[in-house]
């Protein structure tokens, strides 16, 4: 629970490269008093000194509650480009609860001269090109599939490629399609080794989700490099009239311009 000597108390919903950026900036500004969530995907996650909490809250009206009970005065929604469910969630507990929130998101990956991408609005759209498009339903594939640890049960429909999966920690074995290669591993990655790893398996295929970030783009410039075409999984929807911005100084700068209107509003 946040200091109580603190009145601008902040939850930054976390997990994401932007949102340890932001996380290390509050870490300086003790006149804001922060709690970083994390959802608990990765086990052994990397930790602020601030205050930290880890799993869900119970949905939207969980969050109300949450939110209400610590008094907070500002929401940062800094959660995965894809993690729609817990941002649907954001925006709804700080209407209920009046409280000003800000989406921290970076950019999406935009196509370059050399690319051969094609898209796929979800994953579902994107197991079932695999198991039924013309392209790729019929001829078995070697798949890079980075769409990580939490979601390759879809594929499943699709049992007739190799997949390649990478993950930091183990995924269920019950996710898997049958013809899987699992490798354990923790990025950031270079592009010279990840258009190695492309070339010792044969990878035939790459797909991701429009995560955005540089940590995980050079697997996009390997498969440039290499000629390998890319299924792009483009981002869900946002949630509309939230305000957004894209690094974490930007984000402080909307948390310092609150935190001093909240001090006005009490002298």
């Known amino acids: 629970m946040p200091s ?8 930054v919903l976390g997990g994401t490269t932007e949102a ?21 995907v990765t086990k052994q996650p990397h930790l602020p000194t601030l205050s930290v909490r880890i799993g869900g ?9 949450w939110l209400k009970t610590h008094g907070i005065s500002a929401l940062i929604d800094a959660t995965h480009p894809f993690a729609a469910t817990m941002s649907q969630h954001a925006a709804t507990a700080c209407g209920t ?36 498009s013309p392209k790729w339903g019929t001829a078995p594939q070697r798949i890079f599939l980075t769409t990580g640890r939490k ?37 950031p990655f270079d592009v010279s080794r990840e258009a190695k790893l492309m070339q010792d398996y044969g990878i035939t295929l790459l797909v991701s989700k429009n995560s955005g970030g540089s940590a ?30 894209e690094t974490a100084q930007q984000a402080m700068a909307w948390l310092q311009a609150h935190q001093a209107a909240s001090t006005r509003r009490k002298v």
């Open 4 to 11: 109580s000597s603190n009145n601008f108390r902040v939850l």
């Open 97 to 132: 609860t009046q409280t000003p929130l800000l989406r921290l998101e970076r950019p999406g990956w935009q196509e370059m001269p050399g690319d051969k991408w094609f898209h796929a609005a979800d994953l579902k759209e994107a197991a079932s090109l695999l198991a039924n």
């Open 57 to 65: 809250f119970g949905g939207a009206d969980g969050l109300s509650t």
């Open 151 to 187: 979601e390759l049960a879809p594929f499943k429909i699709a049992p007739q490629h190799h997949y390649l999966i990478r993950s930091i920690d183990a995924p269920d074995p019950a996710s898997l399609p049958p013809n899987a290669t699992v490798l354990l591993d923790r990025g």
């Open 20 to 40: 340890s950026a932001l996380c290390r900036d509050l870490e300086q500004t003790p006149s804001i008093s922060t709690t970083l969530s994390l959802a608990g």
């Open 216 to 245: 995980t783009y050079p697997k996009l410039e390997a498969a440039r490099l290499l000629r390998i075409p890319v299924l792009m999984i483009d981002r869900p929807v946002a949630c509309p009239h939230i305000p957004t911005v």
